[in-house]
């Protein structure tokens, strides 16, 4: 009897909270700590994000901070979506990017790198660079620079540690002052 009774009030219990934690974390929402200074000053290393998963890859649109998996690198990345499907991409010696011809405000860059480089981003596929461009590993150095669509997890939505910039992304100045 007293086995049936811890079953029912604690097994069932924790193993109802499991399952819903796992269907979160597969369906909903998940969590990263970010390991690079790659996007600084917006993100910071130690930083940890919530992340919402992407289903449809049509809502996202330049300027979003996007998780997603590098084949090439084998590890998990966060950057900040440039160019989606049909965009032609051009950099310029002082680091401006255009996009289908029109200059891209990028007011979240704080280190822009000298590189001049186009991309025409496939069907299907998207590019990706770090708001960090002097340090930021991104699509601009790949030997294959565009991410497809089926490995974007998520679209990073707030920074909920350290608690000091809890909140939604800040870029520029204020980013760098919290």
């Known amino acids: 009897m007293h086995i049936k009774k811890f079953i029912r009030e604690w097994v069932v219990p924790i193993g109802v909270a499991i399952a819903i934690a796992f ?4 369906f909903i ?5 970010v390991p690079s200074s790659s996007m600084y000053p ?5 930083d940890r994000i919530i992340v919402t998963r992407v289903y449809n890859r049509s809502n996202l649109k330049t300027g979003d901070i996007v ?5 090439e690198l084998e590890l998990t ?5 440039i160019g989606v499907p049909g965009d032609e991409v051009k950099i310029n ?7 289908n011809g029109k200059q891209l405000d990028q007011p ?10 186009n991309f025409k981003v496939p069907e299907g596929k998207y590019l ?8 930021s590993n991104d699509a601009r150095w790949w030997k294959d620079p565009y991410i497809d669509g089926k490995d974007i997890e998520g679209k990073a939505q707030v920074i909920i540690f350290p608690f000091k910039r809890l909140g939604k992304f800040v870029i520029g100045q204020e980013a760098i002052n919290k």
Not at 93 to 99: H, L, Q, T
Not at 128 to 135: I, L, M, Q
């Open 93 to 99: 010696d002082s680091g401006e990017v255009f996009i």
């Open 108 to 117: 979240y860059v704080i280190n822009k790198a000298n590189i001049s480089k």
């Open 128 to 135: 990706f660079f770090g708001d960090n461009r002097e340090v």
């Open 77 to 81: 990345l966060i950057k900040r979506l």
């Open 29 to 33: 929402f998940f969590q990263i700590k």
């Open 67 to 71: 998780v997603f998996y590098s084949h």
């Open 42 to 46: 917006t993100i910071k290393i130690g």
């Open 23 to 26: 269907i979160i974390h597969t």
